[in-house]
């Protein structure tokens, strides 16, 4: 489909061009850079679309969120995992101030830190 000329006078980056997708919504009209262009033996060398680089929402240009967004809010069990043994061992190489051990295990392994 044509796009018609008012949404392509809207400001965009450069090397970019504006591609109709057809559908309704705010982000009909996708703006794409450049890629590359193909050269055919014999006729005009032929642009290549490359990656959708923002759309045009009233008459604006909008970019794509293109950053990775943070760490999740919620550990994954792995970490979670990782982080209770790291804090179990330290507890279990720290004596506890009554002189008895948390428990059995503990105990066998205090020897093993001891004998070493």
């Known amino acids: 489909m044509a796009v018609p000329a008012d949404i392509r006078a809207v400001p965009r980056p450069k090397n970019t ?19 590359s262009t193909k050269y055919v033996s014999g006729g005009n060398p032929q642009p290549r679309n490359g ?10 240009y909008v970019p794509v969120d293109t950053e990775i967004k943070s760490a999740p ?5 792995l970490s979670s995992r990782m982080q209770e043994r790291l804090q179990r061992k330290k507890q ?25």
Do not use: F, Q, W
Not at 17 to 35: L, M, N
Not at 98 to 112: A, E, F, I, Q, V
């Open 17 to 35: 061009i504006v591609d109709d997708s057809g559908r309704d919504g705010p982000k009909r009209y996708a703006v794409r850079e450049r890629a």
């Open 51 to 60: 990656k959708v680089v923002g759309h045009i929402i009233n008459y604006e």
């Open 73 to 77: 809010a919620v550990p994954d069990m």
């Open 92 to 116: 279990h190489i720290l004596p506890m101030p009554s002189g008895r051990t948390p428990s059995r295990l503990s105990s066998m392994r205090r020897r093993k830190i001891s004998s070493v």
